[in-house]
């Protein structure tokens, strides 16, 4: 089955060449014209369909598929059933991601105030905006032009939003300038009161007024429930076109650079900055006031407690370079299986 | 103290024969007709309430209690004081829950539609529906009968529910099909665009458009500010039965089975599929595209980056079998109390 | 740049005399007049600003500062440069958090109600209380003065709040009894249901009604997101001047003592007992029904499966005591750079 319609709105069918023109894919000739009407899996695909292939462990799959057409590395084309049309590219997710747009376009703002959205005064909604009900937009915040704004929405006074943002419903947004094409998935907060405190003498701990904003740059993208504190007196930062999935975390002051992706409930405790393209896996943590060089990649559950250089891969808890991580668990797991280690854990057992 | 009467409905008093029943235990002779108000722990419990004995650590407290009649195992029963009834079942948390179930039963739907409450067009409420105020419930929504809409709840376009689903306050539901008695809890965020994306050759990431659905079976239960995105392309599915804790977390095309057990803080990365029964401890991960047998066990804290068999217990990160992990730890621990690996601390530090 | 008038409140200039003495800093002579109008960091501050140095790394950042005045320790005074005023203090954060709160005072309650509102029968709301559009009072709930209730923030029946709470929006409140200046900071639940059930011998998931409440101290605060279940039978109880960051979790039944911090993304299960001032760090856990004494330190990540005595400090997961744990660190990391370890690795890898 393809995209269930009662869901995701179709703008299909479309001609081939269009579809493969935006990917970047060459025609096959003759077949320029014929027309997809959706995309799906392999397994699910039908001759209206496009679907891809993007490992080889797939290639079972792509052998029965009924697809009309397959996007896929060159290399796996002889796999290719009769009956369904190879599109060659050497970035096939890319590709097929480009056509899926196509014919699954996002959802666009339909220009609609809803009676029940409330917005204060002086605060400025760009042209072909959606709003919907029960939306809260304070005083003085500004939207650019066809942005989302989602049910029980809350953007708190004098936010600023570029054009094209999406923001769903129930999240909270506050001390926040936003670039162009952000999008908030639901329940994410941002800009909440970083945790800042000093603690006196008798262990009464006392807030340090958090005086900063969050920064998010254009296509900066944040998923459902996580939650993006503002700074203490610096700003937190996210650079343009960087990602974070659900129930990750980002404390005051942090900052990241263009295109990160930070994996869900991955958190990054205050004042880390991390360089561009850094990608942190889900689970991992980083300790506050580090620096994170580009392109560095931290693995799942990763516990990162000191810098780490540019290109570098880290796992484990605390975090080391991925090889060394990798000996040293074949390194336990041996010693879990040696003699030495069931005497010790029987001798631990009998304490 | 039973419980608070100003948060807790109660039903009672009931007589014991009657709640005996419910429990599948068999009532002392003569002691039938006894009633019961309440239910309350060992320490708090009084002369009208029934309390339960669940562990043998727990016998101090039960020698001391006031309680009029306590569920327990029938080995324990020696140690239930004069003027206690011992109530004897094999399973004294199953016995307890089904007689506090009845003195203390969950609030039902009240059938009324607060006039705040925006429903869309063509949508479809059941008889004896619960609509709180300033819910939201798009076109084409359907709600089985005797559901509960909480406040502030955002249901979307075209979303199902069976009978008597529980859908509490500021929850969000899009791109969903939900069965019967299904309960998503304050601020759970189902069907949101999973986490996937393409990038190209300069870095930017470009959007696969996640055009696929949620499926929660009949009973399902989602903790409070827990996510499960939506499928990308095939259906994210919840079994029968599966209960997810707090702030857990499903990505895109993860699977499981009937009754499994997510707790608090967990995450399963996208297209993992997990058998029937599965116990996946708190803070637990997985990564993607693996497969969880039948009845596994996921230790806390784990990562699990390879398939588990059937009835295998992990534990560790990366996960090992529970009894291989353990034996690790402890060498592990000796390893750390012993010369060498001072003088290597020492080392370490002295860099 | 010091904080930016659009988000935060600025309540300077005020002279200097005034601001020393609520943080109880000696004004150097003839320069109590001297006037402030914000704080700022060491690099941001300008002539008006007055900033602060809490580490002796930020050392270069205060020989170039142009604040008008540093708060720091006497022994770092020597670097403050020409034209900047040194304020000597021992505690040099706290002293800087009571001059901020007063240059840039909280938001204090504007004692409206926003029309949208809807307050229950019978609910009661102090005076000066501010209430936000769409928030949702019910029945019977109790405000103490000055209370602010965010837009869209759900107040559960009969919940009672002291004086001066700040309930942020899109909170949901229920079975809950709360002291004076209690912050619950967006999206956070207070008093969902625990994740309590028994399984009957066909597997099938049996919930245990969870019939207790959440009580928290004066001044508790909890973070954006994060989730306080409340008690099985007994209550959940967070002492005062507890405060939860982010994303944290607390199930059913667990209590902590005074002045506790529980970083993000930390996690407690079911009827653990915190005692007083216990730190546990970022994506740290602990299992259930522990006992962790006073002062106890919980190191980040950590996985706490044992009781910690008073004032112990832990680390690792399983969690032991950290002077171990920093040991068995090395050596695991040493043992990873080994030969053997280089072996174990490679014939894992050939497998």
């Given at each position: 089955m393809a995209a269930d319609p009662r869901f995701h709105a179709t703008a299909g069918p479309l001609p081939l060449a269009q579809l493969a023109q935006a990917a970047g894919i060459e025609v096959p000739e003759g077949l320029g014209d014929r027309r997809f009407s959706g995309v799906a899996t392999l397994h699910a695909a039908g001759p209206d369909?496009?679907?891809f292939l993007d490992a080889r462990r797939w290639l079972p799959g792509l052998r029965e598929t009924r697809a009309g057409a397959v996007v896929l590395a060159a290399e796996n084309a002889h796999a290719v059933p009769q009956g369904t049309i190879a599109l060659i590219s050497p970035a096939p997710v890319l590709a097929f991601a480009r056509m899926a747009t196509l014919l699954h376009p996002p959802e666009a703002a339909n220009g609609a105030r809803h009676p029940t959205a409330v917005v204060g005064e002086g605060a400025q909604i760009g042209e072909g905006c959606e709003i919907g009900p029960y939306a809260v937009i304070e005083a003085g915040a500004v939207l650019g032009a066809r942005c989302?704004?989602?049910p029980h929405a809350h953007i708190g006074r004098n936010c600023v939003f570029g054009a094209e943002c999406r923001i769903f419903s129930h999240v909270t947004v506050t001390h926040c300038i936003a670039g162009d094409r952000v999008t908030l998935n639901p329940g994410c907060r941002i800009g909440?009161?970083?945790f800042g405190f000093a603690t006196t003498?008798?262990?009464?701990?006392?807030?340090v007024p958090q005086l900063g904003r969050v920064i998010l740059g254009d296509g900066v993208e944040v998923g459902a429930n996580a939650c993006i504190d503002r700074g203490s007196g610096n700003d937190t930062v996210v650079g343009p076109g960087t990602r974070l999935d659900n129930l990750a975390m980002l404390g005051h002051n942090v900052q990241t650079g263009r295109g990160c992706i930070i994996v869900a409930q991955a958190g990054i405790a205050g004042s880390t900055t991390l360089g561009n393209y850094v990608v942190m896996a889900a689970q991992a943590g980083m300790s506050g006031h580090l620096k994170i060089g580009d392109g560095a990649r931290i693995g799942a559950?990763?516990?990162v407690m000191a810098?780490?250089?540019p290109g570098m891969d880290v796992l484990g808890s605390p975090a080391i370079p991925v090889r060394e991580a990798m000996r040293s668990f074949a390194a336990i797991r041996k010693l879990g299986q040696?003699?030495?280690?069931n005497r010790a854990a029987e001798e631990k057992t009998s304490d």
């Open positions: 369909d496009i679907s989302i704004v989602g909440s009161e970083g003498s008798r262990g009464e701990h006392v807030t559950q990763a516990g810098d780490v250089p040696s003699k030495a280690a």
